[in-house]
């Protein structure tokens, strides 16, 4: 469900330490995290993270996950493929807000371009 990693998040971080969710679906009100319901390969969504990031002083994020994934139960590969372009997707985003030494995680399907979609993400 949208927001199981967010719930984590909030356990995990130092109190008053920001966490924002995204995600296409709406996300339940989760205590101590912020939910943006927006496509993270629109401009909106940048616009919305710095908004946030703003209004609660944070310069830059320590930690980024990304657990995004399309909609599953069709032709494997043409997921795989979509599932790829999201992690391409989310690290782009994540340039733009992760601190200096920060950390991005995400989950790669093990399709034929494993390979190059780790080799990409270690640029």
Not at 72 to 98: C, H, P, R, Y
Request: overall charge positive; glycine content about 8%; aromatic content about 6%.
């Amino acid at each position: 469900a949208p927001g199981g990693w967010m719930q984590v998040a909030v356990q995990r971080v130092p109190v008053g330490h920001l966490v924002i969710g995204v995600d296409l679906a709406p996300i339940a009100p989760i205590r101590g995290a912020v939910a943006v319901q927006e496509d993270i390969t629109r401009t909106e969504c940048k616009s919305k993270i710095k908004k946030l990031m703003s209004q609660n002083g944070c310069r830059a994020f320590d930690v980024i996950l990304h657990d995004g994934s399309p909609n599953i139960g069709g032709a494997w590969a043409q997921e795989a493929m979509s599932q790829n372009a999201l992690v391409i997707d989310a690290v782009k985003l994540a340039t733009q807000f992760l601190a200096p030494k920060g950390i991005f995680v995400t989950k790669v399907f093990r399709s034929q371009d494993y390979s190059s979609v780790v080799y990409c993400l270690k640029q």
